[in-house]
């Protein structure tokens, strides 16, 4: 015989704690970040401080997710069991 399978359960993140603020604002600037590492790259060395570097990035970032905000959130949206918005699905 076989066991059941224990149902997964949706987890709940605490956007008031810390580490989960500094883990969003990371997994927000990836995109932006690799965008311009691969801008710098192409183009040749450039003399961007920090800071215009890291505006840059978070520039891109907004640019990258604009489009794919509604794909995120539509998978957001079948995981949250109410099922993906697609047609024919």
Do not use: H
């Not at 956007?15 to 989960?20: D, I, K, W």
């Not at 995109?31 to 311009?36: K, M, R, V």
């Not at 040749?44 to 794919?68: F, H, M, N, Q, V």
């Amino acid at each position: 015989m076989s066991e059941p399978v224990p149902k997964v359960t949706a987890m709940q993140l605490d956007v008031n704690q810390l580490a989960t603020q500094i883990a969003a604002a990371i997994l927000f600037l990836v995109p932006g970040l690799n965008a311009t590492w691969v801008i710098e790259r192409l183009s040749g060395p450039t003399r961007l401080k920090g800071t215009e570097r890291l505006l840059r990035a978070l520039s891109w970032s907004a640019l990258i997710y604009l489009p794919s905000g509604f794909w995120l959130l539509d998978c957001v949206a079948g995981s949250s069991g109410r099922g993906p918005s697609r047609p024919g699905s």
